[in-house]
């Protein structure tokens, strides 16, 4: 049994890890609201284990109370949790010896590691069940997994694209995930309960696209024995999604406009219309535009299906999103499989992370259901990961040897933005801070009457 000393706030997280330590069933946990009982506390019950949760302001206050800790006791491990934190609280935190600094709010896995790091005799349990999950991680929309801004906006167009009857246009490279947009489109609108029909234009073959799409009566055409519906009136109240329109010819191009303006439908070799409810999602990996410019692509079609538009960016360009999308994708696995992979080591998540992963979300998950496959091992390294795919990480370009000179350089460049530094450097803005620690690099403020000047520079060894 670990005796662990929870110093939080009276906010909304307070019973999140208290609850989730309980459920791990190996704690006791002593709880304290005050920073000077909490020292008290710390004093007469000798815990294993400290975590301090933070609020926006108070990070400075709580690292003064884990320096005092550390004063009476070096070897104490403590966690410090917050809902935000910046460079120089962070610095400071590893400069005085907090062990982690986790942002919150967190995921199970975060917390698990963590554990582990600071207790070596440790034994995680598996994972929280569904239910009691959402409280210690960040609520996802289904399945769009993401923190990035551009993420973010997506969900907010879903959900206000949903309730209309408006045609969508969704862009975006393959495997951003366009298809997992419009069933999220379907299910939060008033369509959820009837079908979603989703055809893929590029694996239909041109010749059958009309009798596939529209259905043919019995003898239309030489093999024809019998009538058979097409899949657009299968959707019926429902919504059908054009994948990849944009290779669909221009002959088909003017029968899906004719289905948009007139809402009827006609059976290959039948001679009367039906009227048509679906509502209309396509989605394409080409850019549109250029395709009406070479004439390859109609616009009064484009017209019709741009009504709203949501566009997915690459995951290259949501570098932050990578850790998310991996344990999600494990913890899928993890069921799947029946295994209990913890996640990658650090030396492979930070390859991983700068990986330029061209085929997007669906290139990770068919990677991981390879790794799954041979996974013999509960933390997956990088002997862990295909040959065929390390050989990828190795050619991606590394650091120059000055890594010190590099890390100065992408924070120059970015003005001090962690953020965009780290994406410049593929990497996870937690390797950021521990690299800036590892060589001593600080921002130094220097205040005068007119203005106030930064410099960056690394402290002497």
């Not at 982690?100 to 917390?111: A, C, G, L, S, W």
């Not at 366009?178 to 379907?186: M, P």
């Amino acid at each position: 049994m670990h005796k662990v000393l929870l110093v939080d706030k009276q906010t909304k997280q307070d019973q999140t890890v208290k609850e989730f330590l309980q459920q791990q069933g190996n704690f006791e946990v002593i709880e304290s609201y005050d920073k000077n009982v909490a020292l008290t506390l710390f004093q007469k019950n000798n815990p294993n284990l400290v975590i301090i949760e933070s609020l926006h302001n108070a990070v400075s206050n709580d690292l003064a109370l884990a320096q005092k800790m550390l004063l009476i006791r070096e070897s104490i491990p403590i966690i410090i949790i917050s809902p935000s934190y910046s460079l120089e609280s962070v610095l400071k935190a590893l400069q005085i010896g907090i062990k982690d600094f986790i942002k919150y709010p967190f995921q199970p896995k975060e917390i698990l590691e963590s554990l582990k790091r600071c207790l070596p005799d440790f034994q995680a349990k598996d994972y929280p069940t569904q239910k009691k999950s959402s409280k210690y991680h960040p609520t996802y929309e289904n399945n769009m997994i993401g923190e990035h801004p551009s993420i973010q906006e997506t969900k907010k167009s879903i959900n206000i694209v949903a309730p209309t009857e408006s045609n969508v246009l969704i862009t975006g490279e393959t495997g951003t995930g366009k298809e997992l947009v419009a069933e999220l489109i379907h299910k939060k609108s008033e369509r959820s309960r009837k079908p979603f029909v989703c055809i893929n234009c590029t694996a239909i073959p041109e010749t059958l696209l009309e009798s596939e799409l529209f259905g043919h009566e019995r003898g239309a055409f030489t093999g024809a024995n019998v009538s058979q519906e097409g899949l657009l009136k299968q959707g019926t109240g429902g919504t059908v999604f054009f994948d990849e329109i944009g290779d669909m010819s221009l002959y088909n191009q003017a029968k899906i406009l004719r289905v948009i303006e007139s809402k009827e439908i006609q059976r290959l070799g039948g001679h009367r219309s039906a009227p048509l409810d679906i509502r209309i999602i396509a989605a394409t990996n080409q850019d549109l535009d250029q395709l009406m410019t070479e004439g390859k692509f109609r616009k009064d079609l484009y017209f019709r299906l741009n009504i709203s538009r949501i566009h997915l960016p690459p995951l290259r360009e949501r570098r932050e999103d990578i850790p998310l999308l991996l344990d999600h994708f494990i913890q899928n696995l993890n069921h799947q499989f029946h295994r209990s992979a913890e996640g990658f080591t650090d030396d492979a998540m930070d390859w991983l992370v700068q990986y330029y992963w061209p085929g997007n979300v669906r290139e990770m998950k068919n990677l991981l259901e390879t790794i799954f496959v041979y996974l013999t091992s509960q933390r997956i390294s990088l002997k862990d990961i295909p040959e065929h795919f390390r050989n990828r990480l190795a050619n991606i370009n590394n650091l120059p040897k000055d890594e010190q000179e590099q890390l100065l350089s992408a924070l120059l460049s970015t003005n001090w933005n962690i953020s965009k530094a780290a994406i410049k450097l593929r990497w996870s803005r937690m390797t950021m801070y521990r690299k800036m620690q590892k060589y001593h690099i600080t921002k130094y403020k220097k205040n005068t009457k007119k203005k106030e000047s930064s410099q960056i520079f690394p402290r002497k060894m």
